[in-house]
């Protein structure tokens, strides 16, 4: 089946630890997003991509890293320096840049992440 | 930082109802409009999106909006047990980054038998 898949779906991590969350699509999509859900919140963009080894910014950057070797996966790490990690992480992927019909984003089931 | 606000809820209606969920932006130059539902626990889903300046049904869905208000909204026609979640309003500005939505906090939905 085509989608984007997230792993793992739970994950604890202890503090001081980083962790990798793998997010995995194979609709062919260029661009690929991270984005953080707090309960009660919206969501809220850390990482973005657009192309091969080219990523963004989003607006809560700060404790988090990604990469982009290849068009069908952007893991995102969860570094120490994330203080307040515990969220529920949405990977999501989107077309390109073309035609208003490319701006739909489409996510993965998401992936828990807890201090403990 | 563009703002998307959603009427607070929670909204619960009975079964057969219609609901009603609005949003409003801050950014006049946005281009696209797009309503997701979310269950608890689950990501979000994709019910509609619109880009231009009225009604748009899909089903029992019609989205609705108003560029010159800044407000677009989304109306469920004989509300379902099974349409009981998280509706969130998002907004691209096709300007500025692709693919960079801004979302609303949501309002929850209860449609109860």
């Known amino acids: 089946d085509g989608g984007i898949t997230q792993s793992p779906k739970y994950l604890f991590r202890k503090e001081g630890q980083n962790v990798t969350l793998s997010c995995e699509q194979n609709?062919?999509?260029?661009?690929m997003y991270w984005y953080r859900q707090d309960p009660g919140q919206g969501l809220r963009l850390i990482y973005y991509s657009q192309i091969v080894n080219d990523f963004q910014k989003g607006d809560i950057a700060e404790g988090y890293s990604v990469s982009r070797e290849k068009k069908e996966s952007f893991p995102l790490t969860v570094t120490s320096a994330q203080k307040n990690p515990t969220a529920f992480y949405l990977c999501?992927?989107?077309?390109?840049?073309?035609?208003?019909?490319?701006?739909?984003?489409?996510f993965g089931e998401g992936s828990w992440l807890t201090v403990v | 930082q563009k703002e998307v606000e959603q009427n607070s809820g929670p909204l619960s209606v009975p079964e057969g109802a219609i609901a009603s969920l609005n949003c409003t932006y801050s950014d006049r130059v946005s281009q696209s409009f797009f309503w997701y539902r979310q269950y608890s626990g689950k990501s979000p889903e994709l019910i509609m999106s619109i880009y231009s300046n009225g009604d748009k049904e899909d089903g029992r869905f019609t989205a609705q909006l108003n560029k010159a208000s800044q407000y677009v909204s989304l109306l469920i026609r004989d509300s379902q047990p099974s349409d009981s979640a998280t509706y969130l309003c998002?907004?691209?500005?096709?300007?500025?980054?692709?693919?960079?939505?801004?979302f609303g906090r949501g309002t929850q939905l209860t449609v109860w038998p």
């Open positions: 999501a992927s989107q077309v390109g840049p073309d035609g208003s019909v490319a701006n739909t984003i489409y």
């Open positions: 998002a907004v691209n500005d096709r300007g500025s980054t692709l693919g960079r939505l801004y």
């Open positions: 609709l062919n999509h260029d661009a």
